[in-house]
């Protein structure tokens, strides 16, 4: 009796499950019916322009590539299909958005109903945490209050003794390279200023920051740089299978975790446990002074904190939601400025003559404290007085300023970004779409776009449009900021006429001030000692991987990630 019982049991049970899995697989295949076939039907987006796809494939490489994207943007836009079009994601289904109309763009990047997908956020909070940057809506109009007083002008002026002290050493570590690699004859040697750049940068920030000094111009062990570049490598190198799977299976690293995710979850506790004590440190000292800083205090987090510390109990931030915003910080700012200097350092090896230009505007200007040109060492540093006034004389250096726009503006650190509507919506033109049917969506006229569609924000292809810069707007050419076309100065984006590499509306880099000074004194210190000339046998490609990044063709397995050049010292 018990035996037929149980029977029934487990033939009821199985049963069950059957029926469960026969729903569960008709619920599946309605959804993929919809998906590939229904859907697509009704997205208002089939009508736009754009390249044609196979059933599964996908326009990624054309759109990703800054290897290929300059003539593939320049042909769809001036041969093809114009400035507003659709093209294919992971298929012929997936409708996505691109334009180059400023009016398009300028209504999806301030307004509420476009914000980053949560993959970009889900794949960026892995690593960095809840920071700023991968936050939305109201948390992240809090958190822009936050961080604002940080930024300033007079704060990032403040700050600009490190840059100085950091790019001095740079320099010298650079004139001791050149020392052991040259011959004789010839003062000159090869390296890769990428990774020493890169160096230079995290110090900046690791003092700038954090008040912590990671040392990593001199020694590359101190255990939370070495955990940010093994965490950041693997990064880098990561199949789009694996950042599937850390996408869509996140519990899978959680539970079988190859190496890799061994390793990542091992740098991001060493980030945590380090960045825990700061926060606690910094915070403490704080409070015993009563809020009141010593005029060395000038750090990022001295100021989160006291900011933090000012606000209503209830809408402080926890220490986790501090050190996740410095981890943004420090990745977003360190390697954005890192890669917009190694950018433009290549671009000027290209052109010597724009090189010897811009060293001689540097060495001509007057200084206004001597001092501010004595070596410093980690440990001493001139008055933060001279150091503004020497900030104050290389910011009004022209061609200098030239320069470092014009290579973010042909070589920006961040390649594209993506948005998706959270709504249905209408998205206004300012310049006709002729449509597949051949219909006109007139200047003024509106592009209907749907919830969960998701729009492509081409900032290199922005950069260098032609209707907006010229001709040679694919050319370096620093001379066209003394004269911009009427084109290009309205509207202007943070920090930069008509170039959207800190990005635009509420989503804008706010710490775009703290690059561009950063990035200025390190050029103007290395220029004087330095020339900078293309290494030998290496053609330098481009590799996007969150950014846009130097690699040598033909080498990118097994170089990684690198930019040489020859470098031999300035002879007067």
Known sequence: MECSITLQFFWLFAKVVG????????????????????????????????PDAAAFQSHFGEVNDPDITPEIYHDWTTKQFGKTFRYHGFGRHDYRLMSFDLRVLSHVLTSSVYEKPWQTRRYLGRLLGRGVFNMEGAEHRALRKLIGPAFTSQAVKAMSPIFFQKAEELRD???????????????????????????????????????YHFNALHDESEEVYSAYRRMFAISDKSSQLRVLKQLYLPIVEKIWPDEKDKITQKCLRTIRDCGMGLIQTKREAIMAEKFDFCAEEKDILSLLIKSNLSNEPSNRLSDTELLDQLSSFLFAGSDSTALA???????????????????????????????????????????STSSVMQADAIEALPFLDAVLR????????????????????????????????????????????RKGSFVHIPVEGINMAEETWGPDAREFNPDRWSALPASAQTPSFPGLANVMSFSFGHAACPGWRFALLEAKVILATLLPQFVFRPAEGVEIGKYNSVMTRPFVRDHLEDGGIQLPLRIERYVD
């Open 341 to 383: 200097i190694t950018w433009c350092l290549h671009l000027l090896s290209q052109y010597p003559e724009i090189q010897d230009r811009l060293r001689a505007e540097i060495m001509a200007a007057p200084s206004p404290d001597a001092t501010v040109a004595s070596k410093r060492n980690s440990t001493s540093s001139v008055s």
């Open 19 to 50: 029926v469960l899995a026969v729903l569960g697989i008709a619920r599946g295949l309605v959804w993929l019916v919809n998906l590939l076939l229904v859907a697509p039907r009704f997205d208002p987006l089939r009508n736009l322009p754009g």
């Open 406 to 449: 014009e290579a973010l503006r042909v070589s920006p650190p961040v390649h594209g970004t993506v948005r998706v509507a959270t709504a249905d919506d209408l998205i206004p033109v300012s310049t006709p779409v002729v449509l597949r049917n051949g219909k006109i969506i007139h200047e003024d006229g509106h592009i209907r776009i």
């Open 173 to 211: 570590r650079w004139d001791a390279l050149v020392s052991a690699g040259g011959s004789v004859s010839s003062s000159s040697t090869t390296f890769d200023v990428a990774h020493w750049i890169s160096r230079t940068t995290f110090d900046v920030f690791g003092l700038a920051g954090l008040d």
